[in-house]
């Protein structure tokens, strides 16, 4: 929606501007390989924030737009922390949060990115024939951080909400098989040590239902006797 009026302003072609959109492109498969390695380490907890400020920074820097190089690199920081930044990891954590159904919540979510990309083309055109694309891209900067900080916010919450109810039933499972693991979950992207515990857990159950008296257990095999 942008190219036209930015070409026709600078006097690039319609293949310079457009290439823009390449580089944000590009940026944002590199760099998503670069920050899936981070959520593996240190978690997802700060990426909503970080990813909303950083896209309406770029936005608002794009309205004050004087070169093609000062083009290129806007829309290169845009993908590598903003786009990358924000989808790719936590798609991958929704398998992770919803054990029912995982296919309909990925789908779900996917979804929220494909009616973004269908309005924000349509709302842009409106505010660039309203206020010029200068102002165009401030108020989208507005739009961006209004709507997205608070999801942001409610993400952490959601995010720190399970992980303590995770680390919390693994504590319980734990001490109820006499089971302790040296590690517990306790940071944000926890979701697959506490999968593997729980694997590690059950295993440990079923093999002591071999060889310990059947009453000494419940009947599913998972919890000991009151």
Known sequence: VFLKPV???FGWSRGQTSLAYTVASLSSAVFGV??????DK????WFGFVGAICMSLVLFALSSLDSIVQFYTLYFLFGAMGSALLFSP??????????ENPGLALGLAASGGAIGQAFIPHLSGILIESSGWKMAYVNLAIIYI?????IAFGLTLAINS?????????????NRISF????TC?????GALFSLEKILSNLFVKFSNIFITPNTYRTSGRTFAD
Do not use: M
């Open 90 to 99: 936590l798609y991958a954590n929704v398998g992770f949060w919803f054990k």
């Open 186 to 190: 306790s940071s944000v992207n926890e």
């Open 42 to 45: 240190y978690g997802t907890k």
């Open 180 to 183: 302790k693991p040296e590690s």
């Open 34 to 39: 670069l920050w899936g390695q981070v959520a």
């Open 7 to 9: 070409s026709l302003e």
């Open 146 to 150: 209004l709507i997205s900080l608070p």
């Open 162 to 174: 399970l992980v303590t109810g995770r680390a919390t039933s693994a504590s319980n499972k734990a």
